[in-house]
Nanobody, 120 residues
Framework: QVQLVESGGGLVQAGGSLGLSCRAS????????MAWARQAPGKQRELVAT???????TYADSVKGRFTISRDNDKNMVTLNMDSLRPEDTAVYYC??????????????WGQGTQVTVSS
């Protein structure tokens, strides 16, 4: 019983920045991995960034150097700071969590998603 709620989505101009937040509630003790994924219309959902409870982070090649994932274990919160946004970053962004976190299928819990739209 874990609930994830994202916030911070919106409209931003290309080159701009946006920060997303996700708060987890419920039985959060074993959420060793948290992540952000995104899905654009007509495309498959893809992992954007992951972070372990020890703060080891991974990123998709498309966002390396532009996005930063972080987490606050005490607050059960994970953030995604997005810089130098591009129109191709437009998607619904989802927060995910689980005991394993290498690929999409290993995340047990998902948020409802928040829309990020980058205008050109």
């Amino acid at each position: 019983q874990v609930q994830l709620v994202e916030s911070g989505g919106g409209l931003v101009q290309a080159g701009g920045s946006l920060g997303l937040s996700c708060r987890a509630s419920g039985n959060t003790r074993a959420l060793y991995f948290m992540a952000w994924a995104r899905q654009a219309p007509g495309k498959q959902r893809e992992l954007v960034a992951t972070i372990s409870d020890s703060h080891f982070a991974t990123y998709a090649d498309s966002v390396k150097g532009r996005f930063t994932i972080s987490r606050d274990n005490d607050k059960n919160m994970v953030t995604l700071n997005m810089d130098s946004l591009r129109p191709e970053d437009t998607a619904v962004y989802y927060c995910a969590a689980g005991r394993l976190g290498i690929n999409l299928g290993q995340f047990d819990y998902w948020g409802q998603g928040t829309q990020v739209t980058v205008s050109s």
